[in-house]
């Protein structure tokens, strides 16, 4: 009978964990400004994690392509980005000194990542838009990655509850009812009520176009899901579904009040 009540004890545990929602994976890079009034020197951040909370950090290979788009220029930035650990996983770093205003548009493409409790690879092609002179052009200029977007909404200089939005393109083609993650990078100061309110989902419209308001100061990562036309590898070498993001990081300011 004991043996009973652990069999049941451990098939409900079993579904329990079977049920719990996967954690959001969220390809960052993250710069030590999104406005430069001055031009000058940027560092930007790159990691595989957990934003929210905090972690963990996932392994980081070296990335495929890491570059930039200025003035409809791009720059191959792979060969000048250096590792920088986050706690026990690989993370990379990069500085970039930007001498001309316009929107310079940095980019990432990862090598894809397993997922075991998903049995799935992960591929997310991220984003981000450093504003140098505080030009305010240049801003929605396309990378051209297989999955990306668009934002309609300029995304540097943006205050706190600014409406952000944006169109999720797929090789270059809006995706209809596109999903679309959003969450916040949390210091840890933000304690959420339960495990919904960790991951934002808003779901794109016909047109694929979709918004999101921020209601906090801090970097916001969206990350448009769709699944890859072809399927990969796992580790074993057994074929498995690929989830390509297309990622675009937004931060938000509070506005400050005179004294």
């Not at 004890?9 to 430069?36: M, R, T, W």
């Not at 951040?45 to 996932?58: K, W």
Request: glycine share 12%; hydrophobic share 45%.
């Amino acid at each position: 009978m004991k043996g009973l009540f652990a069999a049941i004890g451990l098939c409900a545990a079993g579904l329990a964990f079977g049920a719990a929602p996967a954690a959001a994976h969220f390809q960052e890079i993250i710069p030590s400004a999104d406005v430069l009034p001055e031009g000058g020197p940027v560092t930007l951040d790159m990691i595989f994690t957990h934003p929210f909370e905090g972690g963990p950090v996932m392994e980081m290979k070296r990335p495929v392509a890491v570059g930039m788009l200025a003035g409809g220029q791009r720059t191959d930035l792979t060969g000048t980005i250096v590792p920088k650990p986050a706690g026990d996983a690989g993370g990379w770093t990069l500085t970039r000194d930007l001498s001309e205003p316009g929107a310079a548009i940095f980019y990432v493409e990862p090598q894809p990542y397993f997922e075991p409790a998903e049995n799935k690879l992960i591929v997310h092609y991220a984003k981000v838009v450093v504003d140098s002179y505080g030009s305010g052009e240049g801003w929605d200029e396309l990378v051209g990655l297989p999955v990306e977007i668009r934002p309609l909404t300029r995304p540097t200089g943006l205050w706190t509850g600014n409406l952000f939005s944006g169109v999720v393109l797929k090789q270059g083609r809006p995706v209809p009812f596109a999903e679309v993650e959003v969450e916040f990078i949390n210091n840890g100061a933000v304690s959420a009520p339960n495990d919904a309110f960790i991951t934002q989902v808003v779901r794109a419209d016909a047109s694929g176009t979709f918004s999101y308001a921020m209601p906090r100061a801090g970097w916001w990562g969206f990350a448009a899901l769709v699944e890859g036309d072809e399927p990969g590898r796992s580790p074993e070498g057994k074929a498995v579904p690929v989830e390509e993001g297309g990622l675009i990081w937004v931060q938000a300011t509070d506005m400050p009040v005179k004294p």
